[in-house]
């Protein structure tokens, strides 16, 4: 069963940043090999689609965070990211990590607090 495990989580004041990882745990996987996404869950909403990329590169990203977030991996750290900046409070979410084959949304993590506030 692939798992993730996210990091870097936090609270920020409005107009700063953090950079979310997310590395795979129990059976082997490369994440470059896979479809892989941040969602997010505001409080009392349904989970949305923040960013995503998949095996070949190629990115994509909600409106509501284009210009802002930018997702990437570390093929060598085996590792991804979400580089969140220009934070609003309505980035106010957990945000979760999430992989498959061909489209993100099959195998999750457990998710991170980001909470944006002054």
């Known amino acids: 069963q692939v798992q993730f495990v996210e990091s870097g989580g936090g609270v920020v004041q409005p107009g700063g940043s953090l950079r979310l990882s997310c590395v795979p745990s129990?059976?082997?996987?490369?994440?470059?090999?896979?479809?892989m996404g941040w969602y997010r869950q505001p409080p009392g909403k349904q989970r949305e689609l923040v960013a995503s990329?998949?095996?070949?590169?190629?990115?994509n990203y909600a409106d509501s965070v284009k210009g802002r977030f930018t997702i990437s991996r570390d093929n060598a750290e085996n590792t991804m990211y979400l580089q969140m900046n220009s934070l609003k409070p309505e980035d106010t979410a957990v945000y979760y990590c999430?992989?498959?084959?061909?489209?993100?949304?099959?195998?999750w993590g457990q998710g991170t607090q980001v909470t944006v506030s002054s």
């Open positions: 990329i998949v095996s070949g590169g190629a990115t």
């Open positions: 999430s992989g498959g084959w061909g489209q993100p949304g099959h195998y």
């Open positions: 129990g059976i082997s996987v490369r994440v470059y090999t896979m479809a």
